[in-house]
């Protein structure tokens, strides 16, 4: 990631693949609780599922999505289990309505509870990204090659000075961010917390559009109704341009009105 693009909202951590047999596979992490995960979690699965098909392209040349958040939080409370999987069913019966919809959630810090060795794959990569140290994740690696490869590859990465630097500086946008959210937050002041969303909006535009949008940023300054401006945060990083930037602006506030 460049650091011109961490201030960015838009910018996000995941990874977009697609199988041999055509199934797209994003996996999402969240390192904090950025809540209503779920509903944002069904928007981008759509965003990802309907931008398969292009003008001329029929409905049955979609393929089969599948989402996976990594999260390091506890988002189903009272459940101990650290993996949850959905599917389209009938409420009856079971039957799959479709195969294309499968949404995963790993909460690593239930794995963390669980004292003994991973029983699958799955819990020894998720034991992986909780950062396990020692001889025990030594004798996970010798049994499986991938994160065997995993950590040479990361070995090398922290022997890199700029890859360093460029994760150093997106692990300190990160923190700052967090840090202005919680004491907002705390404070409690529906001002202060208009305050924070317009200069995010304003930030976006700014790493996004540069000098050109001051114009745009002056009218999200003059916009002081929180739900509005967290409608426009979840929406502007879509726009590739100024003009559609200013388009769902326009929108979002026209609607609220």
Known sequence: MDPKHLPDRGARLDVLARTGGGTLINIEVQVANQYNIDKRTMYYWA???????????????????????????????GDGRHHRAFHVRDDETGEPLCDDLEIHFLELEKLKRVRRRPKDALEAWMMYLNNLEGEEMEAIAMENPGIRKALTIEKAFWQSKKERRL??????????????????????????????????????LDVRFGEASRGLQGRVKRIDRLEVLDRIINEIYTAGSLEEAGAVIDDVDGAAK
Request: hydrophobic share 40%; with cysteine.
């Open 47 to 77: 965003g990802l599922y309907h931008g398969q098909l292009t003008s001329g392209q029929k409905f049955g040349d979609l393929r089969k999505t599948v989402t996976i958040n990594i999260l390091g939080f506890d988002w189903f409370r």
């Open 167 to 204: 994760y150093e500086l997106r692990e300190k946008a990160m923190r700052d961010e967090l840090s202005m959210i919680a004491g907002a937050m705390a404070e409690g002041e529906t001002k202060g917390k208009v305050a924070m969303a317009q200069n995010a909006v304003c930030k976006f």
